[in-house]
């Protein structure tokens, strides 16, 4: 089995099939799902809610553990908002979030290959990219998003996606491209962050 020393994917079930998710993990040697949804339901997906998606990955000898409470996108704590909308740079400061990022490190150093698991296809519509992964980054875990069969993305080109969409990528003359890549990250963390009222989004 192959085993990427410190490095942690991510993947978003989307419309998929059980057999084309499951396809997907053996293909990336994952061994252990991170579910960071906040609520592990789905209305149109339902063999994704939690009980029978535990079942799926047991059956493949993948190991479960649900981090929605740590690392999901919303929180219980009032203090992560503003004006109804959840902050992810306060939330990423809280003991609980720092706390999810510890577990996810040490399942890394048990040598478990783990994916992220949330919602959203497209990396950068989901919070485990652009608040999950932003942090794990900064302690030196490496990030690799699986897109679909053909395409596993580095953290890397993921975000220079994301600087090319908010035309962010040619304003290296003025800032840093550590300045930048914060901007963007702040800009897209708004246009996606849970909204309390809001109605609830479509899974995409």
Known sequence: MVHLLNTVHTIGHSNRTVADFLALLRANSITAIADVRSQPYSKLYPHFCRAPLEFSLCTEGIHYIFLGKELGARSDDPACYEDNTIRYDRLAKTPLFQQGLDRIQA??????????????????????????????????????????????????????????????????????????????????????????????????
């Open 107 to 204: 399942g890394l150093a048990r040598d478990f290959n783990i994916a992220i698991l949330c919602a959203e296809k497209e990396p950068l519509h989901c919070h485990r990219t652009i608040m999950v992964s932003r942090r794990l980054v900064e302690r030196g875990v490496a990030v690799k998003h699986i897109v679909d069969e053909t395409n596993v993305e580095d953290h890397q080109q993921t975000m220079a996606r994301l600087l090319q969409s908010l035309s962010l990528d040619s304003m290296h003359l003025f800032k840093t491209s550590t300045q930048v890549l914060d901007m963007a990250y702040e800009l897209q963390g708004e246009l996606i962050a849970y909204r309390k009222d809001e109605p609830e989004r479509q899974e995409s």
